[in-house]
Nanobody, 121 residues
């Protein structure tokens, strides 16, 4: 059974940076496309970034392109999200998950606890 543990969130000023981590277990991590998602306060959960099994392909939501970078370490079963030039609108709970391009958010039946990112002065 898959387990996902996100960490690295916190309070940061606009323009600042954070690096999120997500440790996965219960899944053959090195074969999985992984993604980061977020849920801003009072809004629906949304896709942020995805990375192929070997890191060779990445994809980003338009709102984070050029500011966020997704990466992975298959030896550690961990996926990362480097977030630079953070904006108040990036405030959200951030989650990782296996990423299926054919899935809607509602199709995922498991989520970790997430990590809170708050961007505020």
């Amino acid at each position: 059974q898959v387990q996902l543990v996100e960490s690295g969130g916190g309070l940061v000023q606009p323009g600042g940076s954070l690096r999120l981590s997500c440790a996965a277990s219960g899944v053959t991590f090195s074969r999985e496309t992984m993604g980061w998602f977020r849920q801003p306060p009072g809004k629906e959960r949304e896709f942020v970034a995805g990375i192929s099994w070997n890191g060779g392909r990445t994809t980003y939501a338009d709102s984070v392109k050029g500011r966020f970078t997704i990466s992975r370490d298959n030896a550690k079963n961990t996926v990362y999200l480097q977030m630079n030039d953070l904006k108040p609108e990036d405030t959200a709970v951030y989650y990782c998950n296996q990423y299926y391009t054919s899935y809607e958010i509602s199709d995922y039946d498991y989520w970790g606890q997430g990590t809170q990112v708050t961007v505020s002065s």
